[in-house]
């Protein structure tokens, strides 16, 4: 059996490296639209302040590039370093997104993104466009076959188990494709990346105009963040929901624990606004619940009924103890394919193997499963409730507050008066972690919430890892944080230091601040 | 849609495409960033180096991400049992890996020796170890790797990182190595005028002749010294892939026997003979473009030929030959691969096409006078 140090190794290490590659994927797929507005508008009035703007936001762009393309890498490593079963058992549907993203869109985006920062002497202007349209639409393309992946795990149509492969195998690639959880997921997704992108235009513009520095340039810079960033908090609260119902449907499970609904209510649930959950007794100490609220976003109906965790259990042990007889059948099929009795007997419970699955934490052979085991085998299908009740509501928390601040930034900028509040710039200043912060917890929510899956309902994360030493894994996961940390030191030293420097680093003597050593 | 057996050829053709692609396009990146501490003596001419390849490295590296993507969805046993069990080699070729982006992007931003003298050497560890490392792989391959699978087809590697690092291996270690350099060193030629031109002049010489030694000692030490695998159960391409269900053994000289059974793939080893030797050839006389042209068909003269001396092994078990991983037997469902084949199909002429823009746009020899030009927008 796999000890559960190395799964849990396996799991820091991917989170680890996951959410650090994060932090520079959001602020590409929103910069990449950015720089085209801004070059847009270069090539629509000839203006050369534009092209500036266009030139230097796309410096700090590509030293945040740096690291996205970096961290990237590893993420696709890791599937196979760390989690070899899950590779083998899924690979067949989970990898053909990723070779596609490769062919269809991570070449676009890299290819171009050469062009983009060294071509601009060798192309027209209209050609020098397209180069950076091309590049942005290759950058949001990579993510949206990325979360088609991510998607299918949450989500996993369009796949069948075989007993003769064991493992996993596509049935409908429509299906994987146009798999609502997918869609919803990127759509919200590369929002959260535009607001990012212009989270990050607003706040550096903010920093100038507040010194009384290239203001000119800030000013322009702030007005298109403004707008760009209204238009994609809008749509991330909006999709944001849309993504909320879809999780009503594929995960229950996952909606109930971050809503902490321990008990299945009368159509429509109220929503717990503020709770303070207690997972010993399965209730919530304390809660200020709004009614109808949670039934309307879940179910997008005034009847339908929301399970709670209590009833999701029941059904789970029925199904781990269904599971458990598939589990029986396939390892009997395993040692004779030819077995007519056992594969009626597997076919009759295929549908639940995954939950036998969970057994195998446990035990070897499941059929030695006592109550105390099923019981823990059953506890562990609802990922714990208090990180996920808490992180969404702060991801949501941070969501209106931007609302806020690109509403105000957007009404000022129509007026034409946001360089005389300082409030305003302030505010846009400080707020600069506000969408990292947010993105980081939304995909805490997404994942941390899929537990005890890898593959929701399919393979449990306790069986996907490789069969590598405990060892190896403090030794790779120390590497991963050294590196990490000293990389995450300079691209903040170097990012720091241009923003500082502004668009005079650009050599071209229309700035202020011009960069020293030219 | 396809028939299975045929899929499962077209796959392992498409996996030496892309595996081939990556040599000759990121090989060339990596060939260039392993002779920039040794072409390049200034900061001129190491920036000189280092633009050469400035607005193409991105775009290369994809080779490898889809090569990599490509080997999960088409042969994801293979991409499960070798990534875990090859794990300090892989971490090692990604550590080595994160060099690059960083070190093109971030050296020249800063103006201080110090500084850029570390991230040229970054760039050096970033071109030189994965070639080295993808080289030793693949010499293991040949003599076997200690890995078994569990009923459920979980696998376990029972090696060790250091015995990896044998003599064959490390002598396939240094074809890879030499065969990159080599490449690297006519494109910087094709690129450069004057002393950077001169210095990877002679290193395509000196490259050129170790590959030519180290490819021909590997060649006879397989012929003469490591005993292949061989199937001795009745293949059955149609059947689902099940590594388990067939019998393999070691044999003297089996790694040859492809050539006397298909002897058309003679002439792999004959591309890679009369690539290295026309390319040094062309290169000496300064015919750069058709030098590079030569030793790309080098790579796939040498690739080619390991993969056929392989066939239809993928990723020979040392431990428990029988669950060793061959063409037949690692493949995707039918229906993915089939999915995966027209998606590579119908991209990787566009790819191709606008790879190739891009290089036109770009072409022309990077010189002293462009890094002045370009202070702050170069690398």
């Given at each position: 059996?796999?000890?559960?140090?190395?799964?849990?190794?396996?799991?820091?290490?991917?989170?680890?490296?996951?959410?650090?590659?994060?932090?520079?994927?959001?602020?590409?797929?929103?910069?990449?639209?950015?720089?085209?507005?801004?070059?847009?508008?270069?090539?629509?009035?000839?203006?050369?302040?534009?092209?500036?703007?266009?030139c230097?936001?796309?410096?700090?762009?590509?030293?945040?590039?740096?690291?996205?393309?970096?961290?990237?890498?590893?993420?696709?490593?890791?599937?196979?370093?760390?989690?070899?079963?899950?590779?083998?058992?899924?690979?067949?549907i989970?990898?053909?997104?990723?070779?596609i993203?490769?062919?269809?869109?991570?070449?676009?985006?890299?290819?171009?993104?050469?062009?983009?920062?060294?071509?601009?002497?060798?192309?027209?202007?209209?050609?020098?466009?397209?180069?950076?349209?091309?590049?942005?639409?290759?950058?949001?393309?990579?993510?949206?076959?990325?979360?088609?992946?991510?998607?299918?795990?949450?989500?996993?149509?369009?796949?069948?188990?075989s007993?003769?492969?064991?493992?996993?195998?596509?049935?409908?690639?429509?299906?994987?494709?146009?798999?609502?959880?997918?869609?919803?997921?990127?759509?919200?997704?590369?929002?959260?990346?535009?607001?990012?992108?212009?989270?990050?235009?607003?706040?550096?513009?903010?920093?100038?105009?507040?010194?009384?520095?290239?203001?000119?340039?800030?000013?322009?810079?702030?007005?298109?963040?403004?707008?760009?960033?209204?238009?994609?908090?809008?749509?991330?609260?909006?999709?944001?929901?849309?993504?909320?119902?879809?999780?009503?449907?594929?995960?229950?499970?996952?909606?109930?624990?971050?809503?902490?609904?321990?008990e299945?209510?009368?159509?429509?649930?109220?929503?717990?606004?503020?709770?303070?959950?207690?997972?010993?007794?399965?209730?919530?100490?304390?809660?200020?619940?709004?009614?109808?609220?949670?039934?309307?976003?879940?179910?997008?109906?005034?009847?339908?009924?929301?399970?709670?965790?209590?009833?999701?259990?029941?059904?789970?042990?029925?199904?781990?103890?269904?599971?458990?007889?598939?589990?029986?059948?396939?390892?009997?099929?395993?040692?004779?394919?030819?077995?007519?009795?056992?594969?009626?007997?597997?076919?009759?419970?295929?549908?639940?193997?995954g939950?036998?699955?969970?057994?195998?934490?446990?035990?070897?052979d499941?059929?030695?499963?006592t109550?105390?085991?099923?019981?823990?085998?059953?506890?562990?299908?609802?990922?714990?409730?208090?990180?996920l009740?808490?992180?969404?509501?702060?991801?949501?928390?941070?969501?209106?507050?931007?609302?806020?601040?690109?509403?105000?930034?957007?009404?000022?900028?129509?007026?034409?008066?946001?360089?005389?509040?300082?409030?305003?710039?302030?505010?846009a200043?400080?707020?600069?972690?506000?969408?990292?912060?947010?993105?980081?917890?939304?995909?805490?929510?997404?994942?941390?919430?899929?537990?005890?899956?890898?593959?929701?309902?399919?393979?449990?994360?306790?069986?996907?890892?490789?069969?590598?030493?405990?060892?190896?894994?403090?030794?790779?996961?120390?590497?991963?944080?050294?590196?990490?940390?000293?990389?995450?030191?300079?691209?903040?030293?170097?990012?720091?230091?241009?923003?500082?420097?502004?668009?005079?680093?650009?050599?071209?003597?229309?700035?202020?601040?011009?960069?020293a050593?030219? | 849609?396809?028939?299975?057996?045929?899929?499962?050829?077209?796959?392992?053709?498409?996996?030496?495409?892309?595996?081939?692609?990556?040599?000759?396009?990121?090989?060339?990146?990596?060939?260039?960033?392993?002779?920039?501490?040794?072409?390049?003596?200034?900061?001129?001419?190491?920036?000189?180096?280092?633009?050469?390849?400035?607005?193409?490295?991105?775009?290369?590296?994809?080779?490898?991400?889809?090569?990599?993507?490509?080997?999960?969805?088409?042969?994801?046993?293979?991409?499960?049992?070798?990534?875990?069990?090859?794990?300090?080699?892989?971490?090692?070729?990604?550590?080595?890996?994160f060099?690059?982006?960083?070190?093109?992007?971030?050296?020249?931003?800063?103006?201080?020796?110090?500084?850029?003298?570390?991230?040229?050497?970054?760039?050096?560890?970033?071109?030189?170890?994965?070639?080295?490392?993808?080289?030793?792989?693949?010499?293991?391959?040949?003599?076997?790797?200690?890995?078994?699978?569990?009923?459920?087809?979980?696998?376990?590697?029972?090696?060790?990182?250091?015995?990896?690092?044998?003599?064959?291996?490390?002598?396939?270690?240094?074809?890879?190595?030499?065969?990159?350099?080599?490449?690297?060193?006519?494109?910087?030629?094709?690129?450069?005028?004057?002393?950077?031109?001169?210095?990877?002049?002679?290193?395509?010489?000196?490259?050129?002749?170790?590959?030519?030694?180290?490819?021909?000692?590997?060649?006879?030490?397989?012929?003469?010294?490591?005993?292949?695998?061989?199937?001795?159960?009745?293949?059955?391409?149609?059947?689902?892939?099940?590594?388990?269900?067939?019998?393999?053994?070691?044999?003297?000289?089996?790694?040859l026997?492809?050539?006397?059974?298909?002897?058309?793939?003679?002439?792999?080893?004959?591309?890679?003979?009369?690539?290295?030797?026309?390319?040094?050839?062309?290169?000496?006389?300064?015919?750069?473009?058709?030098?590079?042209?030569?030793?790309?068909?080098?790579?796939l003269?040498?690739?080619?030929?390991?993969?056929?001396?392989?066939f239809?092994?993928?990723?020979?078990?040392?431990?428990?030959?029988?669950?060793?991983?061959?063409?037949?037997?690692?493949v995707?469902?039918q229906?993915?691969?089939?999915?995966m084949?027209?998606?590579?199909?119908?991209?990787?002429?566009?790819?191709?096409?606008?790879?190739?823009?891009?290089?036109k746009?770009?072409?022309?020899?990077?010189?002293?006078?462009?890094?002045?030009?370009?202070?702050?927008?170069?690398?």
């Amino acid at each position: 059996m796999l000890s559960e140090q190395l799964v849990d190794l396996s799991r820091l290490q991917f989170a680890v490296t996951a959410m650090y590659h994060f932090l520079f994927v959001p602020l590409t797929i929103g910069m990449t639209w950015i720089l085209v507005i801004m070059e847009s508008v270069y090539v629509m009035t000839g203006k050369t302040i534009y092209k500036d703007m266009t030139c230097f936001w796309g410096k700090l762009f590509g030293i945040n590039f740096a690291l996205g393309v970096t961290t990237g890498i590893t993420m696709e490593f890791q599937f196979g370093t760390n989690w070899a079963y899950y590779s083998h058992y899924v690979g067949d549907i989970f990898g053909a997104p990723l070779a596609i993203e490769g062919l269809m869109a991570f070449f676009l985006e890299s290819t171009f993104i050469g062009l983009f920062f060294f071509g601009w002497d060798r192309l027209s202007r209209r050609q020098h466009l397209l180069v950076t349209i091309l590049m942005a639409v290759g950058t949001n393309l990579s993510a949206l076959w990325i979360l088609i992946a991510n998607g299918w795990m949450q989500n996993p149509v369009g796949a069948e188990f075989s007993y003769v492969t064991m493992r996993m195998e596509m049935v409908d690639f429509w299906a994987v494709l146009f798999n609502p959880d997918a869609q919803a997921k990127f759509v919200h997704t590369v929002s959260a990346g535009y607001v990012t992108g212009a989270m990050f235009v607003l706040s550096i513009s903010a920093f100038y105009l507040l010194r009384g520095r290239d203001v000119e340039f800030a000013k322009k810079s702030f007005r298109i963040a403004a707008a760009f960033g209204f238009a994609s908090i809008c749509s991330v609260i909006v999709l944001g929901d849309e993504s909320g119902y879809t999780v009503g449907e594929a995960q229950q499970t996952k909606l109930a624990a971050m809503e902490a609904m321990w008990e299945t209510e009368p159509a429509p649930a109220g929503f717990n606004l503020i709770a303070i959950p207690n997972e010993k007794e399965m209730k919530n100490d304390f809660a200020i619940e709004i009614p109808w609220v949670m039934g309307i976003i879940g179910t997008r109906s005034l009847d339908k009924q929301i399970p709670g965790i209590k009833e999701i259990r029941e059904k789970n042990r029925e199904r781990i103890l269904s599971g458990m007889e598939a589990v029986v059948a396939l390892e009997a099929l395993r040692k004779n394919p030819a077995d007519a009795a056992m594969k009626a007997e597997f076919e009759e419970h295929k549908a639940d193997l995954g939950f036998g699955l969970l057994l195998k934490k446990y035990l070897v052979d499941v059929r030695q499963v006592t109550p105390e085991i099923l019981e823990k085998a059953v506890a562990d299908t609802i990922p714990r409730v208090a990180p996920l009740f808490w992180s969404f509501r702060l991801m949501v928390a941070f969501g209106f507050l931007m609302l806020g601040l690109f509403g105000a930034a957007l009404v000022y900028s129509l007026k034409g008066n946001f360089a005389d509040k300082p409030w305003l710039l302030r505010s846009a200043l400080w707020m600069l972690p506000v969408p990292w912060l947010s993105c980081e917890l939304g995909w805490f929510v997404a994942e941390y919430g899929r537990q005890p899956w890898t593959i929701y309902g399919v393979l449990p994360t306790h069986m996907s890892v490789s069969t590598l030493s405990v060892n190896s894994l403090y030794g790779s996961l120390a590497g991963f944080i050294g590196f990490y940390t000293i990389l995450l030191i300079v691209e903040m030293y170097l990012m720091v230091k241009f923003a500082k420097l502004g668009p005079g680093s650009l050599g071209t003597g229309r700035y202020d601040n011009e960069y020293a050593h030219a | 849609m396809l028939d299975y057996p045929s899929l499962k050829i077209i796959w392992w053709l498409l996996v030496g495409v892309l595996l081939i692609g990556f040599a000759i396009m990121d090989g060339h990146d990596m060939g260039v960033g392993t002779l920039l501490p040794f072409v390049g003596r200034d900061d001129v001419e190491r920036r000189i180096v280092i633009n050469t390849v400035g607005p193409h490295w991105d775009g290369n590296q994809v080779w490898f991400i889809t090569g990599g993507g490509a080997i999960f969805a088409a042969w994801p046993l293979v991409y499960a049992t070798a990534f875990s069990g090859f794990y300090w080699a892989m971490l090692a070729v990604l550590w080595a890996l994160f060099f690059r982006p960083v070190g093109f992007d971030y050296r020249s931003k800063i103006d201080n020796p110090t500084w850029r003298n570390t991230w040229d050497w970054g760039l050096f560890i970033g071109g030189a170890v994965p070639p080295l490392i993808f080289g030793v792989a693949f010499g293991n391959l040949f003599l076997g790797v200690p890995f078994q699978f569990a009923d459920n087809l979980m696998s376990t590697y029972t090696g060790t990182f250091w015995a990896l690092l044998n003599p064959f291996a490390l002598l396939c270690g240094v074809v890879s190595t030499a065969m990159i350099t080599f490449h690297g060193a006519i494109y910087l030629m094709h690129r450069t005028d004057g002393a950077v031109y001169a210095r990877s002049r002679t290193a395509m010489m000196l490259f050129g002749g170790l590959l030519l030694l180290s490819f021909s000692v590997a060649g006879l030490w397989l012929w003469q010294g490591i005993d292949g695998y061989t199937i001795t159960s009745a293949v059955t391409p149609e059947s689902l892939p099940n590594p388990l269900d067939k019998t393999v053994v070691r044999q003297a000289g089996a790694w040859l026997a492809n050539y006397e059974r298909y002897p058309a793939t003679m002439a792999l080893p004959a591309i890679a003979y009369a690539g290295i030797l026309i390319a040094m050839l062309l290169a000496a006389q300064g015919t750069t473009l058709a030098a590079f042209v030569a030793s790309s068909f080098a790579i796939l003269g040498i690739i080619g030929t390991a993969g056929a001396s392989l066939f239809p092994f993928i990723m020979p078990s040392s431990s428990d030959p029988r669950a060793s991983l061959t063409v037949w037997d690692s493949v995707s469902s039918q229906l993915t691969l089939n999915i995966m084949l027209w998606a590579t199909v119908i991209f990787m002429p566009i790819i191709i096409a606008y790879t190739s823009w891009a290089y036109k746009v770009m072409a022309g020899k990077v010189t002293a006078a462009y890094i002045r030009e370009n202070e702050h927008a170069a690398y």
